[in-house]
Structures are given as structure tokens and as C-alpha cells.
């Protein structure tokens, strides 16, 4: 098999590679039999070499302790990239932590390739940064430098959307006007594009690709809502504290809520502000509970609790999360239109930038006839429910949700490299 290139989907929630060759694209195993892995990282305390995707989820699950990272790909162009952060008591930058997560996707690569890939096609996000160009070049430097530090020769980018649509391309018998939605953990981003099996091949697509936007709105933000609305509450937000009756501040329960921050609150400095304002408290209860999440560094696993609610409620119309690490038989079950209240404002914000693409298309929405939805938060009912509505003369494909934007990406390395 001579392998000359392939393309990887580093995601905000989870990373798949596709390698290329002249017998055709094939997804790498990447973690257990799996073609996908989560994009996540822990350093544990006790080994000097961090752990990756499943196991690293798993082993900070147990209480190993270490510092546990997710959602690493929204670091890309903002402030923090820069300032690094503290692993085990030592400063690392985000450069070298995102580093160590791709060049173990690499290194499995190129061990099923038989050979060291040199050539490859990163998969972006229309937008990195919402309404910053210069924030968005700037990721996009981010990540292409840290693709040649691993060993790349030759980095290219393709935008996801783009992406998931050449993965669907090779199943079509006909010409079809198609919007691409790719709703990831951390952004949603569309493409209006005519579709060819074809073209699949072909180098040059500009003319066939109408338009493209994005909004930095995804699953981490749903997890966020759904954490606000119905999971901190029960920790004390939007209580109450002092003679005067205070709020209690708001922005440790959004940081807390949000997987690319919670590592930022376990400060003595923020531990101490938690105490005082339990000791002052009008609900010390629910107060007892931040604070012990806080002191002992469980965020991640509140997270992981929402996630696993949201998960649930695409099939469930409601589901009993237990939090017992926190508190002894503590539980919250939430409804379905709970959730999708609570995201209410995160789903008109996706359908507004799909109809922006419409928009700059130069198309109606009625001249669309085909709807790829890919990414795992278009799982979610009322998203499935909302392009439904917009796109009624459509068909509707989601299908490889997970990986069409991975085998995208494999038929774009081909066509670029090749």
C-alpha cells in the first residue's frame, strides 16, 4: 500500500485521521478498535507521559491524580495559547499540550501506513474566533505550526464543512445542491455546495462551493446551557448571600460549566472566595456542594454527568443524573423540554448563520435538496427538528456523523498531494 498522505479532523470533542493512498480512503484505527478518540489528554502525578482519549478519561475518572484536558482545540487564537497553564505544578504551553494529543494520532498513523507521513490536510473551522480575522489566522498559524513540529512536511487546511461534504459525495447518482451543517463540540459551520460522485476527484472545486459560514456554537455550549439551567442551581447559582441578599457571582458556576475553564477555578484563591461566601450563604446546602466540587477538582466529572444527560435526552423525554461523588444519594432529573429550553438561544444562533449561507449563496432555502447534517450535536431532536423546518423539500443525511469530516479530509489530502 503506498500511502502518501492523509487528513485529520482534530475536533473539540473527538479527532479521527483518514489515510490516502491509490486503493482509496480508509479511516485509521485510533484507540481500542475505534476510529475515532476522544480529544482529550491527562498527566498523571505519577508517570512522567500523559494518556490520551478513552483511557485518559477513564484513569481521571478513577481519581488517579494528574490534570485532566478537553476541548483543547478552542484554545486555538485566544489569549490563554500563549500563557500556557499549570500541569502537575509546572507551566506548559498549549502549544506543546496540544503537541503530545496529535503526534500520538500521527504516530498511530503512520505505524498502519507503514512508513512516516509527511503530507496533510488539517481540518478548521469556518470561523476559530467569531468576528476576529486576526484571531482566526492566528489559530489557523497555531495549528499549522504545531502540524510540522509533529513531523508534517507540507500542511494544508480544508474547511470541516467542506469536508464532510466530499465524504458524502461518492454515494450521490446525481448532481444535487446540498447544505452542509457540521455541528461539532465547539462550533457549527455550513457550506452551500453542488454535489457530484464525479467531482469527487476533481482538484479544483471553487466553482461548485456557494458559500461558507460558521458560529463558534457547538455540543460544549449545549453541555453549558443545560448545566446553568438545570445542574447548578442545585449548587447554589442564583442564590443568595449577605444582609444585603447578593447574587452569588455568576461566573464561577459559567466557568464551571464550561470544559475549557474548569480547570482554571481549582486556585486557593478562588477556594477561599467559595468559603467565605458558603459562611454567608442563605442556602448553605446547595453552597456545600460547590465548594466540595471545587476542593476536590470533580468539575470534570459534573461535566461528564451533564454530557451524559444531554446524551441521554436526544432519546430519553427525561433522565435521573447521579451526582453522589458530591453528596450522598444527590440526584437531578431533568426533562427534555427543560433542555431544550436551555438551549434555545445556542439553536437560533445555528439556524440563523445557516440561513446567512443561504443568504450569501444567492439561493432560497427552497432550492436546497440535500440537508448533511454531521457532527454529534446534530443528534439532538430539536436540531434535527429545526433543519427539518427550514429545509421541508430537502432530504435529510446523517449518516458518519462522527467521521464523514475525517474522510473528507482523506479525499482532500488525495486531491491535494496526490
Not at 6 to 16: A, K, L, M, Y
Not at 252 to 278: C, D, P
Not at 348 to 369: D, H, L, M, P, V
Request: charged share 25%.
Amino acid at each position: 500500500m503506498n500511502l502518501v498522505c492523509c487528513g485529520i479532523d482534530f475536533g473539540t470533542s473527538n479527532t479521527s485521521v483518514a489515510l490516502a493512498h491509490d486503493q482509496g480512503i480508509e479511516l485509521a484505527t485510533l484507540e481500542n478498535g475505534q476510529k475515532t478518540i476522544p480529544s482529550a489528554i491527562f498527566f498523571p502525578q505519577d508517570i512522567p507521559t500523559p494518556l490520551f482519549g478513552r483511557e485518559a478519561t477513564q484513569e481521571f475518572f478513577t481519581k488517579r491524580k494528574g490534570r485532566y484536558m478537553r476541548s483543547l482545540k478552542r484554545i486555538l487564537g485566544t489569549s490563554p495559547f500563549s500563557q500556557g497553564t499549570l500541569i502537575n505544578g509546572k507551566v506548559m504551553g498549549f502549544d506543546r499540550i496540544i503537541s503530545l494529543f496529535l503526534k500520538n494520532i500521527k504516530d498511530k498513523a503512520d505505524a498502519q501506513a507503514g512508513c512516516e507521513i509527511e503530507q496533510v490536510v488539517m481540518g478548521r473551522p469556518v470561523h476559530f474566533v467569531d468576528n476576529n480575522p486576526q484571531a482566526d489566522r492566528l489559530a489557523e498559524q497555531q495549528l499549522g505550526e504545531i502540524a510540522r513540529s509533529i513531523g508534517f512536511k507540507q500542511v494544508a487546511f480544508q474547511f470541516e464543512p467542506i469536508a464532510a461534504a466530499f465524504a458524502h459525495e461518492a454515494n450521490l447518482q446525481k448532481e444535487k445542491l446540498a447544505l452542509v451543517a457540521d455541528l461539532g463540540g465547539g462550533t457549527s459551520d455550513f457550506t452551500v455546495i453542488k454535489l457530484s460522485s464525479q467531482k469527487l476527484l476533481h482538484k479544483d472545486r471553487t466553482t461548485d462551493i456557494l458559500a461558507n459560514s460558521g458560529v463558534r456554537v457547538g455540543g460544549n455550549d449545549f453541555d453549558k446551557q443545560l448545566s446553568l439551567w438545570a445542574i447548578m442551581p442545585q449548587l447554589g447559582y442564583k442564590s443568595t448571600y449577605g444582609e444585603k441578599k447578593l447574587e452569588v457571582p455568576i461566573k464561577l458556576y459559567q466557568e464551571l460549566s464550561e470544559w475549557s475553564k474548569v480547570n482554571f477555578l481549582y486556585t486557593t484563591k478562588i477556594i477561599t472566595q467559595a468559603r467565605q461566601l458558603l459562611h454567608q450563604s442563605h442556602e448553605k446546602r446547595k453552597l456545600s456542594r460547590l465548594l466540595k466540587v471545587l476542593e476536590q477538582e470533580r468539575g470534570h466529572l459534573l461535566l461528564a454527568g451533564v454530557e451524559d444527560t444531554k446524551i441521554a435526552l436526544t432519546l430519553a423525554f427525561e433522565h435521573c443524573a447521579w451526582f453522589d461523588f458530591i453528596e450522598a444519594d444527590f440526584r437531578i432529573t431533568t426533562h427534555r423540554k427543560q433542555f431544550e429550553e436551555a438551549i434555545g438561544e445556542e439553536v437560533e444562533k445555528i439556524t440563523a448563520a445557516a440561513n446567512e449561507c443561504i443568504r450569501q449563496a444567492g439561493i432560497s432555502r427552497q432550492e436546497i435538496e440535500l440537508i448533511i447534517l454531521t457532527g454529534g450535536s446534530t443528534e439532538v431532536p430539536l436540531i434535527q427538528d429545526s433543519f427539518r423546518a427550514l429545509f421541508a423539500n430537502a432530504t435529510l443525511a446523517d449518516e458518519n456523523k462522527l467521521s464523514s469530516v475525517g474522510l473528507g479530509l482523506g479525499y482532500a489530502s488525495y486531491n491535494t498531494f496526490r
